[in-house]
Structure formats: C-alpha cells, structure tokens
C-alpha cells in the first residue's frame, strides 16, 4: 500500500506560480503518479501523471506547456509546478498512484492523498 500526503496549496492572482509536491510512503516502487483536481459542483478530472523513472510524462490539453510534473524518487516525492495560472485552475488538488502503467482514468488509480486546495483570483 502507499500513503500520499499533499502540500503546496494556496491563494495566488492569475498568472502567478505554485508548486504543489507529494510525498509517499509505504511500496512507491514501479508506480505511475498523477495529479488529479475538483472544482466545487464539478467532477474531478485529470491534470498530469508520470511514470517511475519519470520519463514518461502526459497531460491534459488544459494544462499542456503550463504544468510540469517532476518526481525525486530517493525523496518520494513527486511534484507539481503550476505557472500561468487561470481562475479556472481553482480547485482541490489530489494526488494518486498506480502500479506498473500509467492511466487518466481517476477510478484506475488505486490509492490517494488528502487534497490541497488552490485558489486563483482575477
């Protein structure tokens, strides 16, 4: 099993950056990390996820050349660094893991974090 704890959320004006990171414990090995966010009233949805060896990395087309996902294994950790920021990227971030292959499918990923929130004003 894998623990994931977020932090990194906050308020920022549009345009500005944040960096959320993730970190897990418990059996990290061979897993694909994704980011996943919900806004209040909507469903969640996919952000980004990466691979183990973190040379695989995939996006959705909202936050393609905005976002990046990096991961630091010898840390367990895995990050999310958010530039250009919209009032549309405010929500609740998540982060998740999965063994072995990466998905954007939220309900095939098998374990999650808390949640950190992130508020983006005009």
């Known amino acids: 099993q894998v623990q994931l704890v977020e932090s990194g959320g906050g308020s920022v004006q549009a345009g500005g950056s944040l960096r959320l990171s993730c970190v897990a414990s418990?059996?990290?090995?061979?897993?694909?990390m994704g980011w996943f966010r919900q806004a209040p009233g909507k469903e969640r949805e996919f952000v980004g996820r990466?691979?183990?060896?973190?040379?695989?990395?995939y996006y959705a087309d909202s936050v393609k050349g905005r976002f990046t996902i990096s991961r630091d294994n010898a840390k367990n950790t895995v990050y999310l660094q958010m530039n250009s920021l919209k009032p549309e990227d405010t929500g609740v971030y998540y982060c998740?893991?999965?063994?072995?292959?990466?998905?954007?499918?939220?309900?095939?990923?098998?374990?999650w974090g808390q949640g950190t929130q992130v508020t983006v004003s005009s």
């Open positions: 998740a893991t999965k063994y072995d292959t990466g998905s954007y499918r939220s309900s095939e990923y098998n374990y």
């Open positions: 990466i691979s183990w060896s973190g040379g695989s990395r």
């Open positions: 418990g059996r990290t090995f061979n897993t694909y």
